[in-house]
């Protein structure tokens, strides 16, 4: 967001804006911003392909970090006991208190389109919303949606580039209506969603089915790892907790301490 004078045909920047948010990747080598100035961030998934819940979980912690909203959407509904399934290892998700909308896309444009894409559109009016999620879910197809002439500045961007090809190699920013109140950003990346800029002993607050048995270890410095006493351990897998938490979150959460603890700031 910046502050810019018009003169003649040009424009000059005046200042730019301090950012409400700005959501980012950083692995080994490089950091790359997402976009910033965030309300949501939309993570789509599908009945099919399936979704890998580690790269779910990456994209979760990232916007926690950051302190916006996500919002999980699970498309192709019309696919049955795929979507079923999906539908069920979103389960303990919907526990830990993410809303999961269910979607279908196709025959979204139709003279009656499913009832679902009701709900989307009033959980995106008003906001600035950027759509994240690995490739086949219909990202295209919601901007598309939403965006009628996102295709064309597409293959306007191709062509200029003098590519053939029509996926999404830069991030772009959509307004979905005149008004300009509703955005939608497309953004590519969501494979290697590195965390390399979040301290392992974050981790645990930004996993909200973790953060909620957070304060009854024993040790105040606890890793949730290994130690005796520990108020996070107890309740995985355990029937009788009130909100326990489920076994591949621990392990997601193991593997993430282990890979963000390995590396070395300097
Ligand atoms: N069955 C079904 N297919 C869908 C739905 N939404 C999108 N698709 C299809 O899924 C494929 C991938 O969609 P696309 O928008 O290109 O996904 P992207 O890679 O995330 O941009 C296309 O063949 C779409 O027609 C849906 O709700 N149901
Ligand atoms: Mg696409
Ligand atoms: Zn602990």
Same mark, same amino acid.
């Given at each position: 967001?910046?502050?810019?004078?018009?003169?003649?045909?040009?424009?000059?920047?005046?200042?730019?804006?301090? *950012? !409400?948010? %700005?959501?980012? *990747?950083?692995?080994?080598?490089?950091?790359?911003?997402?976009?910033?100035?965030?309300?949501?961030?939309?993570?789509?998934?599908?009945?099919?392909?399936?979704?890998?819940?580690?790269? #779910?979980?990456?994209?979760?912690?990232?916007?926690?970090?950051?302190?916006?909203?996500? %919002?999980?959407?699970?498309?192709?509904?019309?696919?049955?006991?795929?979507?079923?399934?999906?539908?069920?290892?979103?389960?303990?998700?919907?526990?830990?208190?993410?809303?999961? =909308?269910?979607?279908?896309?196709?025959?979204?444009?139709?003279?009656?389109?499913?009832?679902?894409?009701?709900?989307?559109?009033?959980?995106?009016?008003?906001?600035?919303? %950027?759509?994240?999620?690995?490739?086949?879910?219909?990202?295209?197809?919601?901007?598309?949606?939403?965006?009628?002439?996102? =295709?064309?500045?597409?293959?306007?961007?191709?062509?200029?580039?003098?590519?053939?090809?029509?996926?999404?190699?830069?991030?772009?920013?959509?307004?979905?209506?005149?008004?300009?109140?509703?955005? %939608?950003?497309?953004?590519?990346?969501?494979?290697?969603?590195? #965390?390399?800029?979040?301290?392992?002993? !974050?981790?645990?607050?930004?996993?909200?089915? #973790?953060?909620?048995?957070?304060?009854?270890?024993?040790?105040?410095?606890?890793?949730?790892?290994?130690?005796?006493?520990?108020?996070?351990?107890?309740?995985?897998?355990?029937?009788?907790?009130?909100?326990?938490?489920?076994?591949?979150?621990?392990?997601?959460?193991?593997?993430?301490?282990?890979? =963000?603890?390995?590396? *070395?700031?300097?």
């Amino acid at each position: 967001m910046v502050d810019w004078m018009a003169s003649e045909d040009e424009g000059t920047i005046e200042s730019v804006r301090p *950012r !409400r948010n %700005l959501l980012y *990747r950083q692995d080994e080598i490089r950091t790359k911003s997402f976009a910033a100035n965030l309300d949501q961030v939309l993570i789509l998934l599908a009945a099919e392909p399936e979704f890998s819940e580690r790269q #779910l979980a990456r994209a979760l912690i990232s916007a926690e970090a950051e302190g916006i909203t996500p %919002l999980i959407v699970l498309n192709k509904s019309d696919l049955g006991i795929l979507f079923d399934h999906a539908w069920a290892r979103l389960q303990p998700y919907r526990d830990m208190g993410y809303d999961v =909308l269910p979607l279908c896309m196709k025959n979204a444009d139709s003279a009656t389109p499913p009832p679902e894409l009701a709900s989307l559109d009033s959980r995106l009016r008003g906001k600035v919303t %950027l759509v994240l999620g690995p490739s086949g879910v219909g990202k295209s197809t919601l901007i598309n949606h939403w965006v009628p002439n996102a =295709l064309a500045s597409t293959n306007e961007i191709s062509r200029a580039l003098n590519s053939g090809k029509h996926t999404t190699t830069s991030t772009s920013w959509y307004w979905v209506d005149a008004e300009k109140t509703t955005a %939608l950003i497309d953004s590519p990346g969501f494979q290697e969603f590195g #965390l390399h800029h979040i301290e392992p002993t !974050r981790l645990a607050q930004l996993m909200p089915d #973790l953060r909620h048995h957070l304060g009854n270890c024993k040790f105040y410095n606890c890793t949730h790892l290994h130690e005796p006493g520990c108020g996070v351990i107890s309740h995985i897998k355990n029937a009788s907790s009130a909100l326990p938490i489920n076994e591949i979150r621990y392990q997601i959460y193991t593997e993430l301490f282990s890979e =963000l603890s390995q590396i *070395r700031h300097w």
